[in-house]
């Protein structure tokens, strides 16, 4: 029988439980599920701070086994040891997806791919959010992150970049891909900017040390700021 779309039953799979960005984003995901009326179930590796935020938005937490993609595995026995992990979590894999039978299971971040396959053999609907892309991998590695998506019926991408690099890989997935940008709540009222800057520019970088998040742009806008004689500082 067909469940009205208010019965509607999302397993959310998520790699991690900490609260960083992509954390917060399929937190944002959740939030959105639970306004439609949805059930929300939610499969993560372990335990984490993550954990107490989702049971506080009325989600059934599982943890379940599941192998999460690491440049550790590109080393060594690396390769070996994600085949084995990958075996030993098929079967709570399997066992999760009977037992809760959702309508449509979302994927959050390319990192755990297994549940696509297991999904897609259970013949469920597959939503893919990815939330980054690794241009600096090689192409086989790309391609091999890349290519389960396309077992997916939808896929959610962060940017037009990360849109690229995924067609870079396989330009299938560069054609299929919908972009939408990351969700922030915004604060309850608005603060109008300073009529006036009064001494230095002040620059504030929050987020990751890496050139790919944009670092090195803000180190940029200094040195131009400098250039032109105009008088700034950068805290990050």
Do not use: C
């Amino acid at each position: 029988m067909t469940r009205s779309p208010s019965e509607t039953r999302v397993l959310v799979v998520h790699p991690g439980a900490e609260l960083y960005g992509s954390d917060r984003v399929m937190l944002e995901s959740v939030d959105a599920f639970r306004e439609r009326g949805w059930t929300v179930d939610v499969s993560l590796p372990g335990g984490g701070p993550l954990v107490d935020e989702l049971e506080a938005r009325g989600t059934t937490v599982h943890l379940v086994r599941t192998p999460v993609l690491r440049k550790a595995y590109l080393r060594g026995l690396g390769p070996l040891r994600l085949v084995i992990e990958t075996l030993r979590s098929i079967p709570a894999g399997i066992s999760l997806l009977r037992r809760r039978r959702p309508d449509v299971v979302y994927v959050s971040t390319l990192t755990a791919p297994l549940w696509i396959l297991l999904a897609r053999v259970l013949r469920l609907p597959v939503v893919a959010h990815v939330h980054e892309a690794e241009e600096a991998a090689s192409r086989p590695v790309r391609i091999g992150l890349a290519a389960p998506l396309l077992l997916a019926q939808e896929i959610v991408v962060n940017s037009r970049f990360s849109t690229g690099v995924l067609a870079s890989a396989l330009p299938r997935l560069g054609r299929d891909s919908i972009v939408i940008y990351n969700g922030v709540p915004g604060p309850p009222s608005v603060t109008p900017p300073r009529a006036s800057i009064d001494g230095a520019i002040r620059l504030l970088y929050l987020g990751r040390i890496s050139e790919r998040k944009g670092v090195l742009d803000a180190v940029d806008a200094i040195v131009e700021l400098t250039r032109r004689g105009v008088a700034a500082d950068l805290h990050v």
